[in-house]
């Protein structure tokens, strides 16, 4: 299993980072994908050095793709070859998962029409269903609220990938409470 988060400046450094972590612990490839840049920032101010940059990188190879929240959404939205991939991969039932902002991108690409499913606290008229949970597991498509879900969400996808035993012992190994 190998996902790609692809991430611009301005992504919600909690989201980032936990997702990652949690990810990488549970024995999933994670690939921290630049879109513009080898050297990003986050909304805190903090640095982070990518793991590759899009123009190096195959979507195609890719089982999944996971988008960060933060005021970069908004330019990670416009970014074309990602939209048509988070259809494409939503169509072939590829994990796609968002948290924060980013599920904005989910939702303008139509993918959220029939779907259950969580955003950022304000930006709930972007969903055809509105729900009050931290995290939401639709079939592929896994959503998540904000930098405080974080880590709900991050189990949420391991769950979806290795199984709730997996998730279960993780949660345990980091304390979750």
Do not use: H, W
Not at 56 to 84: F, Q
Request: proline share 3%.
């Amino acid at each position: 299993m190998k996902l790609i988060i692809p991430v611009v400046n301005g992504f919600e450094d909690i989201e980032l980072v936990t997702v990652v972590d949690v990810l990488r612990r549970a024995g999933i490839q994670v690939d921290i994908v630049g879109v513009t840049a080898s050297m990003i920032e986050g909304k805190s101010k903090i640095k982070m050095m990518v793991d590759k940059r899009l123009a190096e990188v195959s979507l195609r190879e890719y089982d999944g793709m996971i988008l960060i929240g933060g005021p970069g959404y908004a330019s990670l939205s416009k970014a074309s070859i990602l939209n048509d991939y988070v259809k494409a991969y939503a169509t072939q039932g590829k994990l796609v998962a968002a948290i924060g902002e980013a599920v904005a991108i989910l939702a303008n690409n139509g993918l959220l029409n029939e779907r259950k499913a969580v955003i950022a606290p304000g930006m709930e008229k972007l969903l055809a269903y509105p729900r009050d949970q931290p995290v939401i597991a639709d079939q592929n498509i896994i959503t998540s609220q904000a930098p405080g879900t974080a880590m709900q969400f991050a189990l949420a996808i391991v769950k979806k990938l290795k199984g709730d035993q997996a998730a279960q012992m993780l949660k345990k190994e980091l304390v979750v409470v």
